[in-house]
């Protein structure tokens, strides 16, 4: 396939067309496979022989915690593509994205918190992972915030995307710096691409649904709301447009 | 047909509950926004092809 | 010629506001440039100083011959007069600040802070700074408010010395400076027309 | 450049705030400590220089919105953007002067106020020399936030709320290197890890400073 060719969905219209095709397709993927995940997570799994019933709060846990940075990389991705060529769709994605992951941020954490209390016996630990999640969280509040802040739409998107470089360079930082402040209780990865380390079988597979579920939900948000985004920018321009008279 | 949590049901049903409850909130939010932003631009752009 | 704008468009807030300008400013040349508020004279200088990129067209200038002054001077309310004006003679690479104090009659004012000084005398310190500078082509964004009639014929009478040794400016104003020798360029022709509706692209207008 | 220096140095002297405002304000925060925590001279040594870390990263924080907003006030930003000064060099020299009137007299007066806070012997010279290798890492990324935030009205807020994750890894190692200081272990890593972020936000970051200033100007 010819990479080039996809610098034509950059253009709003042939986003919009484009997405409007194939939104209702990824939105059912996406709920069927979150059904079929956490159902078969939940109901048809056993329990780890140490962790009991919790270890079902994986289905959830970990795609969140995957989404939430991944969401991230995705904004540094578009905002990248933002500054060198100027799409505004791809700024308009990032600016759409940001809530999307943040909400992943939330889960993660919340249902880390709830994980971590009858494991650690406590809610809330001082641990590397949950603390640089915690901190991700504050870098996708800060970054809505500037967003919001600002009314000039192409200069919100410069700031925000500059910010989300500089941020990603310093949420690096952060997380090195937070491992190194505190080794932590959190257990090691639950997944690799080495599957012999990981989760037993049973576990695996209804992960993997649930990851994909996760992904597939996320295009979709992603999708529906930089169409949003679009609209409101070009509302804004037509407002803005009558003004002018 | 529901399994048996143990001890640790409460925690297993609130992280599901919270989380499924956070996903149908943004997603709610999402097509709601969608919904009123679509019509706000059609509003407008029927007024405008009008006006000229 | 020192400054050529040549099929220049630009924007404001994402709305273009003027398309197609050009002109050409000579050695020694003055251009006035008129028009009503809001049409973009502002954002025009602005571009041409270089604050902000134009959406299309050029600006062709050496960009160590201009010097821009906006609606605000830059003055250090607790700074003196001697101080501020110092200040930007050094940034700008020079040290001698005493021409242009006796150009704008500051001369009784040198110890004053900034912050004491009439709105018409923080005016004229603002004009002062352009004469420090040194440099040859002055981009002005309506120099002459809050000035009397008196300082509008000295800052007229500066413009025409500077103009004498071969400087240029570009000025924005609404009133009469009493230069005639000044070219008026009517910025009212070039405003742009509104973009078609459905051109949905790119500009999402 | 170094007339711009000048010029900011004279200007926080004679608006009187600039030099003490951020030192009472590090004071104030030493001071209310011991009511919230309690008096107890063993408590009180063992956070010590977390509390003095953060009084010095707090007070920082308070003065960054001066570094900019009134030069944009003014119209100086616009004349500045104007002049045969880089915008990095602008920026750099915003911070430098920033970090004069607020970092560096937090550094020297950090040692007293460690006194008020029972802080141990062998505490000062680690702590004084981790908050001389982070204040100015401190100035750099506030001025980035400043720059983000140049042209919002209420833009205060905004900004605690950008710089303060920023300023994250370099609280971690500069307190941690200040505390390892008090329990007498080794601070070669922390003090390494602290130059070099300092090292590197000041070599980077004036140039995100100056990119952000520019779309903030237009």
Request: with cysteine; aromatic share 8%; proline share 4%.
């Amino acid at each position: 396939m010819n990479l080039n060719a996809l610098w034509a969905y950059a253009n709003p219209k042939k986003f919009i067309q484009a997405t409007d095709r194939v939104l209702p397709w990824i939105s059912i993927l996406a709920i069927v496979s979150l059904v079929v995940g956490l159902v078969w997570g939940f109901f048809f799994t056993p329990e780890d022989y140490r962790q009991g019933s919790t270890v079902k709060i994986i289905y959830i846990h970990v795609p969140s915690a995957l989404m939430a940075i991944n969401a991230w990389l995705m904004m540094l991705v578009t905002s990248l593509v933002w500054i060198v060529r100027r799409h505004h769709v791809s700024a308009l994605a990032a600016r759409a994205a940001a809530p999307v992951g943040a909400v992943m941020t939330v889960i993660a954490l919340a249902t880390g918190a709830i994980w971590g209390q009858p494991m650690w016996g406590t809610w809330w630990a001082w641990d590397p992972r949950l603390t640089s999640f915690l901190i991700l969280f504050l870098f996708y509040l800060g970054y809505m915030a500037l967003w919001a802040a600002i009314e000039d739409d192409d200069t919100a998107a410069d700031l925000t995307s500059i910010l989300c470089l500089v941020g990603s360079v310093f949420a690096l930082l952060s997380r090195y710096a937070v491992n190194f402040w505190n080794q932590g209780l959190h257990q090691g990865a639950s997944l690799s691409l080495d599957k012999e380390e990981n989760v037993a079988d049973v576990f695996y597979y209804p992960l993997l649904v649930c990851i994909a579920g996760f992904v597939l939900l996320f295009i979709a948000l992603v999708f529906l709301r930089t169409q949003t985004e679009i609209r409101a920018r070009r509302t804004r321009a037509l407002l803005a447009r009558e003004r002018m008279g | 047909m529901m399994p048996d949590l143990g001890k640790y049901a409460e925690a297993v049903l609130s992280s599901y509950g919270v989380s499924i409850a956070l996903l149908v909130v943004l997603v709610w939010a999402s097509l709601r926004r969608a919904r009123r932003v679509k019509k706000q631009l059609e509003d407008i752009e029927s007024k405008a092809k009008r006006d000229g | 010629m020192v400054l050529k704008v040549s099929d220049l468009t630009i924007a404001r807030g994402g709305i273009k506001v003027l398309e197609g300008v050009s002109f050409e400013l000579e050695s020694g040349g003055a251009i006035v440039l008129r028009g009503p508020n809001g049409i973009g004279k502002t954002t025009l200088l602005r571009t041409i100083a270089g604050l902000q990129p134009p959406l299309a067209g050029r600006v062709d200038a050496d960009p160590d011959s201009l010097v821009y002054a906006g609606h605000s001077d830059g003055l250090k309310a607790t700074l003196t007069v001697e101080e501020n004006l110092m200040f930007w003679a050094q940034v700008f690479g020079k040290k001698e600040i005493s021409q242009a104090i006796d150009s704008f009659e500051l001369g009784r004012l040198v110890n004053r802070p900034a912050g004491l000084l009439s709105a018409g005398q923080k005016r004229r310190l603002g004009l002062a700074r352009l004469l420090v500078t040194g440099r040859p082509v002055w981009i002005l964004d309506e120099p002459t408010v809050s000035l009397d009639t008196d300082a509008v014929a000295m800052f007229a009478s500066a413009v025409r010395a500077h103009l004498a040794r071969g400087g240029s400016t570009l000025i924005a104003t609404h009133i009469d400076l009493g230069l005639p020798e000044a070219k008026v360029l009517e910025v009212g022709p070039f405003r742009a027309r509104a973009a078609e509706i459905d051109d949905f692209d790119e500009a999402f207008l | 450049m170094i007339a711009l220096l000048v010029r900011d140095l004279r200007l926080a002297m004679r608006a009187g705030g600039g030099f003490g405002l951020g030192l009472a304000f590090f004071l104030i925060v030493v001071t209310l400590v011991p009511f919230g925590v309690g008096p107890q001279s063993e408590l009180l040594a063992r956070i010590a220089s977390g509390i003095l870390w953060l009084g010095a990263l707090l007070a920082c924080l308070l003065s960054l919105d001066r570094i900019l907003a009134l030069d944009w006030e003014d119209g100086s930003l616009d004349l500045l953007a104007t002049a045969p000064l880089p915008m990095e060099a602008i920026v750099s020299i915003k911070a430098l002067a920033h970090w004069l009137t607020t970092g560096l007299p937090l550094v020297l007066f950090a040692p007293v106020f460690g006194l008020l806070l029972s802080l141990p012997e062998p505490g000062y010279m680690p702590l004084v020399l981790s908050l001389l290798l982070g204040t100015p890492a401190l100035s750099v990324i506030g001025t980035f936030g400043a720059a983000l935030t140049v042209g919002l009205k209420r833009g205060g807020l905004l900004l605690s709320l950008l710089v303060l994750p920023l300023y994250v890894p370099t609280l971690i190692f500069g307190a941690e290197m200040a505390r390892r200081g008090v329990e007498g272990l080794d601070i070669t890593t922390p003090l390494l890890m602290l130059a070099g972020i300092t090292c590197g936000t000041i070599a980077l970051l004036p140039f995100a400073s100056a990119a952000v200033l520019k779309v903030n100007l237009r």
